[in-house]
Structures are given as structure tokens and as C-alpha cells.
């Protein structure tokens, strides 16, 4: 693995920025190449069709994701560790706000885009199992029932965060995963 950017980085992050700020309904070449600070053909260039870069950036949001998912399961797994891995989800910054914006673009489009739904339906396996081998090593029966009642939770919470002011939500969030993590996994950390 190298430390390069992909080609054409540049681009996918202002494709990001803009699906962050304006879903997907908002996405245009055009206003790509704005907001990237180049022409129309050199986005055309490096991605062909507004499909095409649609799909670099789904994975290119996925794989920075990823990159901060890294450095916590380097540790050893701990109810520390999987409360933090969870709070990466959740909007509780502008930075975690613009990803579940993201997401949230994302999988809608993923109901009618078939490359985005094959892209969408991975990463929600390769997720599932992570927290099912999480809840596994921290001894939680039957764990992959768990990782699954695991993922709607944050999925629900991270939604219906979107929908509060920014200063209430650590309170819903303390109040409902950390109620449901205190019965998963006994001696979770609570912050």
C-alpha cells in the first residue's frame, strides 16, 4: 500500500465536500470541477461520467473512514475500544456530521444505483463482521445478532441526530448507547 493519493484525489475530495453539504442531488461535473479548481475535461478525464465519479467517491469516502477506523483496532479489544469505534459514526462534530451526511447520500442512491448497492452491501458485511469479531472477543453471546442489533442502533442514532441541534446530541447518544452498551458489554466506558 502507498501513501500517494490516488489520481485525481483532489477531485473526489470537492465531490465529497459538495454531497456532504448537498446530497447527491447537487452533484454535477461542473460544480465538481469548481469546487476542485479545474476544468470540466479533467474531471471528465480522470472519471468519464458523473456514475463513474459517484462510485470514486463512495470509495474514496469509505476508505478515509477506514483510515480512522485503523488506529483503534490496532489496540486490543476492550469495551473501551468498541465505544470508540462507535462513537467514529455519530455526528457529534462537524467532521463526523459531514460523513453521516455522506452516508446518508450514499445509501439512498444505493436503492437505485446497482454499483453503489454492491459497493454499499460489502462494506456492510466487512462492518458486520468487525463488530461481530469485536463482541465476540469481549465474550457477547451469540455476537453476530449482536453486531447486527449493534449497527441499527448506530445507524438510527446517527440519523436521528442529523435531526437535533448539535449541543443536544451527546445527551441522546449517553443516554441510548450508553444504556444498551451497559447490558451488552458490562464495564463499558462511559464519556
Request: glycine share 6%; charged share 20%.
Amino acid at each position: 500500500m502507498t501513501d500517494e493519493p490516488p489520481r485525481g484525489a483532489h477531485i473526489l475530495d470537492a465531490a465529497v465536500r459538495l454531497i456532504a453539504a448537498d446530497g447527491l442531488a447537487g452533484l454535477s461535473i461542473r460544480a465538481v470541477a469548481a469546487e476542485a479548481g479545474v476544468s470540466v475535461a479533467q474531471v471528465q478525464y480522470y472519471f468519464g461520467s458523473k456514475d463513474a465519479l459517484i462510485e470514486a467517491a463512495f470509495d474514496r469516502a469509505g476508505a478515509e473512514f477506514l483510515s480512522l477506523l485503523e488506529p483503534v483496532f490496532r489496540r486490543p479489544p476492550s469495551p473501551r475500544r468498541l465505544r470508540e469505534l462507535i462513537m467514529l459514526w455519530l455526528p457529534l462534530d462537524e467532521q463526523r456530521e459531514h460523513r453521516v451526511k455522506v452516508w446518508l447520500a450514499f445509501a439512498g442512491a444505493a436503492a437505485s444505483h446497482p454499483a453503489l448497492a454492491e459497493s454499499s452491501r460489502q462494506n456492510d458485511r466487512e462492518v458486520a463482521h468487525w463488530f461481530e469479531q469485536e463482541l465476540a472477543g469481549l465474550g457477547v453471546a451469540d455476537p453476530a445478532v449482536q453486531a447486527a442489533h449493534l449497527l441499527a442502533l448506530i445507524d438510527g442514532l446517527a440519523l436521528r441526530c442529523l435531526t437535533l441541534p448539535p449541543r443536544t446530541r451527546a445527551t441522546l447518544i449517553k443516554q441510548v448507547l450508553d444504556s444498551h452498551l451497559a447490558v451488552l458489554v458490562p464495564g463499558t466506558m462511559h464519556t
